[in-house]
């Protein structure tokens, strides 16, 4: 009988063992590699999360202090926060005009962006026509021509035309240099849309516009919310552009108001660093309403088409 148990269980073991070593039911084995792998996928994000975060804390924590507080602990947080260190640099730095200008510059700049990219875009990825991927292929190599190489040759043509003392001179060069970035995220999104909604479209009586105004559109939110965060913020963040072309001091956008601010103040580090905030918290507010719709955008345009 021994022998019959040995041929039916080679590994020795007897029935009555194997049930006391099996694991309780309803009780699974944990993972152990695969705890460790998403333990330390987290602890990594959330180092780069604190290095990216830690210049804006910095920033704002120098803006709240005051001077004596900055020379004595400049990494330390702000005891009592002085919020009148924003009023302050807003006041004395005519931050409200530049602020005004900024904005005057960046809206047109944004929303003619969003129409010329999402024409050009729908134009290239769903109407045929002779010509069309070499019309594409013109605009991205306007991707990997730098503004350095055309700012001169720019600069005499807004002189010709009379428009270096407008705001156009702001305007029109952030629009064409946004363009090829916009063709090619816009026509990514477009090329991932099936091409039956533009045949039903059409069998229903819509033209090519009425398909790209009443069908396309609606679709590309999230590509247009990504372009037009990508767009604000280069348009919000200018510094060589405006610099060059906006010569007036009454035409000048917060970057250029922070630089003679900057000269003016440049041993009060609390209203220099309470200027700084003052510019980037716009674009901290426009990202964290658009966060979903931008990575939305990136997710079904970028790596669908």
């Known amino acids: 009988m021994r022998a019959n148990a040995a041929q039916r269980d080679p590994a020795g073991t007897t029935g009555d063992s194997i049930v006391r070593t099996a694991p309780a039911p309803g009780f699974a084995t944990p993972n152990y590699g695969l705890i460790l792998r998403g333990t330390g996928k987290y602890i990594l994000l959330l180092f780069f999360a604190i290095i990216s975060l830690m210049p804006f804390v910095w920033i704002v924590g120098i803006a709240l202090k005051t001077k004596k507080e900055f020379y004595d602990s400049p990494f330390a947080l702000p005891a009592v926060p002085q919020w009148q260190n924003l009023a302050t640099a807003w006041d004395i730095g005519h931050f409200g005009e530049f602020f005004l200008n900024s904005v005057i510059i960046t809206l047109p700049t944004v929303i003619g962006v969003l129409i010329c990219c999402s024409l050009g875009g729908y134009a290239l990825a769903k109407i045929d026509f002779v010509g069309r991927n070499i019309l594409f292929y013109f605009f991205l190599a306007g991707i990997i021509i730098p503004f350095q190489a055309i700012m001169i040759p720019l600069y005499y043509q807004l002189r ?92 000048r956008p917060l970057t250029l108001g922070l630089l003679y601010f900057q000269t003016r103040y440049e041993s009060d580090y609390t209203l220099i660093a309470a200027g700084i905030t003052i510019i980037i918290l716009p674009m901290i507010l426009v990202y964290v309403l658009f966060q979903r719709q931008f990575i939305e955008g990136l997710t079904s345009g970028a790596l669908k088409g």
């Open 160 to 251: 010709d035309l009379g428009l270096l003392t407008t705001y156009l001179a702001g305007v029109l060069p952030m629009i064409a240099l946004g363009i090829p970035f916009g063709i090619f995220l816009m026509r990514a999104f477009f090329m991932s849309l099936p091409i039956e909604l533009i045949d039903a479209a059409k069998i229903d009586g819509c033209g090519d516009f009425g398909v790209f105004w009443h069908i396309m559109v609606p679709l590309a939110k999230p590509a247009l919310s990504t372009l037009g965060i990508v767009q604000f913020i280069a348009s919000w963040n200018a510094f060589l552009l405006p610099l060059l072309y906006l010569q007036k001091q009454s035409l």
